[in-house]
């Protein structure tokens, strides 16, 4: 019989271990740790009037806090602008801060569709990603300018866009 719950305890304790260790690695104190590590996204328009991310690829690292800024140089016109999305990511990511201009909205890990450049200008997102993967980073068209309703989410197929991609590790 003893040898019966030693080899229990012994089975139990190698089956729970691994859940307890996950435990500790996942706790990273605080995920806001200032200062945010900053990462720079441009959407731009080519020569031929396509959207271009550069870079086209960022990676991070889960649990660290960044300060995206997203910077739009060259927007001409309401109709002209990019609308950017990244739905995966903002899924899988703490969202703190969202800065235009001189604007804070604190998000506390709330979500939002997009952003869209209609004039030159820029937008920070301050989040911590939480789950690694590949995310995909959508810049096309706003939706007004392919006759779509204004707000309308997801791929303007009609238009133009690009795709880029964040890599969390």
Known sequence: MIRFLILTFLMLSI???PYMLSAKAESLGNLAKFPP???TLTVSTSADGMPRLAPLEMRLLS???YRLSINCPDVQSDLRGWRIEMPELLNNAHLRLVTIGD???HLQGLSFNAIECDEIGSADVSFVPIRPGQYPIYA???PL???KPIGESGVQK????????IIVD
């Open 103 to 105: 604007i804070e909205i």
């Open 63 to 65: 649990g660290r806090y």
């Open 37 to 39: 590590i900053r990462k």
């Open 145 to 147: 300018a392919v006759g």
């Open 158 to 165: 009609e238009g133009k866009y690009v795709f880029g991609r």
């Open 15 to 17: 089956a729970v271990s």
């Open 140 to 142: 096309g068209n706003v």
